[in-house]
């Protein structure tokens, strides 16, 4: 019988797990995260992964981590300092010392701490014997060992055993926070039902982890989160690229266009290519490329055949893709084009993320090429930018580009599953057979989109390609003042698009002394940033921008309320550079982190306090 200790009730909780990249780090926080959404804890998580690929082992360049966030709260951002870190190996605990809370707790196999490993992850000396973690509640739990007395009995070899002990570790977790082991053991039954040995041995190594935990001294109390006050409906943990893959199959069913993408697997995008892969019964149609251009043009050809057709990628897959957006902007087919951005240039950080490609998607391609471009902000926002991405490419007959971050691509928050038929239709402008008044280049007068007209239909017979077109008729023409209209039009008809997106909104006082400017992945951290601020009677508003190009209608009007403007971006300076071309007669203010990491909300709010005292 297990000793009793006091439960702590807390509103909310930092956990991660951190080991080598092999230790099954993503496997036990995301087990950890869906287990404390099925309690009815609000979510959100953060994967990291290491940039290289096989680090040597016991290396900081291989430390593998995953960050979970669980609150009786509705929570926006990952949280800024860890209450618990469960570490495998000596790097792993090195690498992550910096976001431990002074007091906070440490689970550590003891057994991995040995002479042999010390120099290759930095350490000169052995930490859990050296006074250095003083200030911290230390578990040392001989995690190795106790696993493979939990498997003794099923003759199992040593790499499938030390496999386990994630779950040793994670079955402390799980007593600590009064979790049941219920639903990972229903987890194990069903992905491994044809290897009940594997069953086996990850019960059993799990349920010693929590059983460890209910005997040691070491842990004199545990903690229990309260359910969240959350919106009545059905719920799942979601990562960003699946609600990405799921908006596209969404818009796919509410246009009637049937789903077609193309593309190459990079880094962090591939998992929208898989996640759509497995959707064929839904009418869903997958190419993995060859290379990056043979994915955009694919695309471009299911375009004009009359589908909803995408392509994924990440920065250095976009700029690959840059003249066939060209051709699609020429041609005025709708393609959407989702960018994950990860940090660069060139190969870069690439499983690391950053806000590093909004100018390359404003003007990285030769001419005068506009593009829509929109950003979402959350895991679960990820859904319906997606599904506003492809509304807007096939009812305004151009491409779009959906920016989208590996933070929020691989990162995870509760979803409430929406109906389909709540969601804004999507009337893709159809061409009818034998239409008299037919012309491949005639225009709504509102949107200025030409009518889509599938191959094979009777009496639309026509051509699109890459050379310059007369406007209307769509024949190839080198005239002067032709091209400027055309060129006028392709601009207009995009810029027309911001009568059919919503007004931009403020959060908090609608005027006043600062209003914080962020888009994408940042908005979470912002947005708990401010409303810590506003807890000290500090005010602070707060503009997220969705939309890029076009900008909502009001945003001149919105910034003209306030007397200081800061633009907060997890790059060098992308959109406020942006801002002061469009709209000069403002000054702004700038605060810019350029490090592959997100932004802490203690590090915001000293800034905007900073900026408010001037």
Not at 111 to 120: G, M, S
Not at 146 to 159: P, W
Request: with cysteine; aromatic share 8%; net charge neutral.
């Amino acid at each position: 019988m297990g000793k009793t200790n006091q439960i702590v009730e807390l509103e909310s909780v930092v956990v991660k797990f951190v080991g080598d990249s092999g230790d099954g780090m993503q496997l036990a926080g995301t087990l950890f995260s869906d287990s404390a959404a099925l309690s009815g804890n609000d979510i959100v998580t953060f994967p990291d992964f290491p940039a290289e690929i096989r680090a040597p082992h016991n290396t900081v360049a291989g430390v593998s981590g995953f960050q979970v966030h669980i609150s009786k709260n509705k929570i926006y951002s990952t949280g800024d300092l860890c209450d618990l870190i469960v570490a495998l190996n000596p790097a792993s605990l090195k690498a992550n010392m910096q976001w431990i809370k002074k007091g906070g707790t440490l689970i550590v196999d003891a057994d991995a701490f040995n002479e042999k490993v010390f120099a290759k992850s930095g350490y000169a000396s052995n930490p859990l014997e050296d006074d250095s973690l003083l200030q911290y509640n230390v578990i040392k739990a001989p995690i190795t060992s106790l696993t493979k007395a939990a498997v003794q009995s099923l003759n199992l070899d040593n790499k499938t055993v030390e496999k386990t002990r994630n779950m040793f570790a994670l079955g402390m977790v799980f007593y600590l926070f009064n979790i049941e082991l219920d639903n990972t053991i229903k987890f194990f039954q069903t992905k491994f039902k044809k290897k009940p040995l594997v069953v086996e041995a990850n019960t059993n190594v799990l349920t010693a982890g929590y059983n460890f935990a209910d005997t040691i001294e070491a842990i004199s109390s545990t903690f229990s989160i309260p359910q969240a006050n959350i919106e009545k409906g059905k719920y799942r943990n979601i990562t960003g690229n699946v609600a990405t893959a799921w908006g596209f199959l969404a818009a796919s069913e509410k246009s009637g266009r049937p789903l077609y993408l193309g593309s190459y697997p990079i880094t962090p995008a591939t998992e929208i290519l898989m996640e759509l892969a497995k959707h064929k019964s839904l009418g869903a149609r997958v190419l993995q490329a060859e290379d990056e251009i043979a994915g955009i043009c694919s695309t471009i050809g299911a375009a004009y055949t009359g589908s909803l057709a995408i392509t994924t990628t990440s920065g250095p897959g976009l700029s690959l893709k840059s003249e066939a957006i060209g051709l699609a902007v020429m041609t005025e087919l709708p393609i959407v084009i989702v960018d994950v951005q990860r940090a660069g240039p060139s190969t870069g950080l690439p499983t690391k993320s950053e806000q590093s490609d909004l100018l390359q998607v404003l003007y990285g391609r030769n001419g005068e090429c506009p593009v829509i471009v929109t950003a979402a902000a959350t895991p679960a926002d990820c859904f319906y930018k997606a599904y506003e991405a492809a509304k807007l490419a096939m009812e305004h007959m151009t491409p779009v580009i959906l920016l989208t971050e590996g933070y929020i691509g691989f990162g995870s928050e509760l979803f409430k599953i929406p109906k389909v038929a709540d969601l804004d239709p999507i009337k893709p402008p159809l061409a009818e057979a034998n239409d008299p008044d037919f012309m491949p280049f005639r225009r709504n007068e509102e949107t200025l989109a030409r009518k889509w007209a599938l191959p094979g239909t009777e009496g639309l017979r026509h051509r699109v390609g890459g050379l310059e077109k007369e406007n209307i008729t769509g024949n190839i023409t080198t005239d002067p003042i032709n091209h400027e209209l055309m060129i006028k039009i392709r601009m207009e008809k995009v810029m027309r698009v911001a009568n059919y997106i919503p007004e931009q909104e403020v959060y908090g006082e609608q005027s006043g002394e600062l209003l914080v400017v962020s888009w994408g992945s940042t908005y979470g951290t912002i947005f708990s940033a401010i409303n810590k601020l506003k807890e000290k009677g500090i005010k602070v508003s707060h503009a997220h921008f969705k939309h890029i190009m076009p900008l909502p209608k009001n945003t001149e009007e919105v910034f003209g309320r306030f007397k200081k403007i800061i633009v907060c971006e997890l790059n060098s300076g992308q959109f406020v550079g942006y801002l002061r071309m469009t709209y000069p007669d403002f000054k702004y203010l700038q605060y810019n982190k350029v490090q592959a990491l997100p932004f802490t909300i203690s590090e915001l709010s000293d800034c905007f306090i900073k900026t408010l005292e001037g």
